[in-house]
C-alpha cells in the first residue's frame, strides 16, 4: 500500500515560492491502480518524483508498505547492492 499524507513541494522562482504539490493525500491500496491527470504544470511529475523520492519533499510523508520514505537514507532508498564497493 502506498500512503502520502499532506505531501507539499515547493521551488523558489523569480516572484517567490511556487507550490507545486500543496497538501496532496492519497492511498493507494494493494491492487489498486491510479493514473495522474492534469493540465501542463499542474504538478503531476514533481507528485511522481516526491513519491519515489527522486525529490524530497518540503512537507507531508510517503509510505510504501508501512516505511516512511521520507526517514530512509539514500543508500536505503536505492536499496541493497547499492552501497559501495
Known sequence: M???????????????????VDGVDLTVRDGEIFGVLG???????TLLRCVNMLERPDSGTVTVDGVDLGAL?????????????
Not at 3 to 20: M, P, S, V
Not at 39 to 45: I, V
Request: proline residues 3%; glycine residues 24%.
Open 2 to 20: 502506498i500512503h502520502i499524507n499532506g505531501l507539499r513541494k515547493t521551488y523558489r522562482g523569480r516572484g517567490g515560492d511556487i507550490a507545486a
Open 39 to 45: 493540465r501542463s504544470g499542474a504538478g503531476k511529475s
Open 73 to 85: 537514507s539514500e543508500d536505503k532508498l536505492r536499496g541493497p547492492g547499492s552501497g559501495s564497493a
